[in-house]
C-alpha cells in the first residue's frame, strides 16, 4: 500500500514564502518519480512541478517557473515544493503525486493520469 502525505500548507501575505513537503510509503523513496499539482476554488487541478526518481531531471508550469523550485531528498524519503513571491493567485489545494519511474516530457509529467499515488492535499492561501 502506497500512502502519499502532503504537509506544510498555510496562510502567507502576497511575496511570502512557504515550503511544502510530501513523503511518500510502500517500496524505495528512490524509485518514484514525484509531482505537484493544485486546485483553486472553481478551477481544475492543474500541473506545477515535477522532479524525476533521481532528482536529476525537473519541470515547471510556466506559471512557476523561476518561483518554485522542486527538490528531494531520498534519505528522508521526501520531496519538497520551495514556494517564493507567492501571489493570490498561487492560492490552491497543492496535491502531491507519486509514480514509479520517470517521465521525459512535462506533456507527460502534467498528465494527471500518470500518477497512480495521491495525497489529500494542503491548502495554500495568499493574501493580497
Known amino acids: 500500500q502506497v500512502q502519499v502525505v502532503e504537509s506544510g500548507g498555510g496562510l502567507v501575505q502576497a511575496g511570502g514564502s512557504l515550503r511544502l513537503s510530501c513523503a511518500a510509503s510502500g517500496r524505495t523513496f528512490s524509485a518514484y518519480a514525484m509531482s505537484w499539482f493544485r486546485q483553486a476554488p472553481g478551477k481544475e487541478r492543474e500541473f506545477v512541478s515535477y522532479?524525476?526518481?533521481?532528482?536529476?531531471?525537473?519541470h515547471y508550469a510556466d506559471s512557476v517557473k523561476g518561483r518554485f523550485a522542486i527538490s528531494r531528498d531520498n534519505t528522508r524519503q521526501t520531496a519538497y515544493l520551495q514556494m517564493n513571491s507567492l501571489k493570490p493567485e498561487d492560492t490552491a489545494v497543492y496535491y502531491c503525486a507519486a509514480r514509479v519511474g520517470a517521465l521525459y516530457s512535462v506533456y507527460d509529467a502534467s498528465k494527471q493520469t500518470n500518477y497512480p499515488y495521491w495525497g489529500q492535499g494542503t491548502q495554500v492561501t495568499v493574501s493580497s
Open positions: 522532479i524525476s526518481p533521481s532528482g536529476g531531471r525537473t
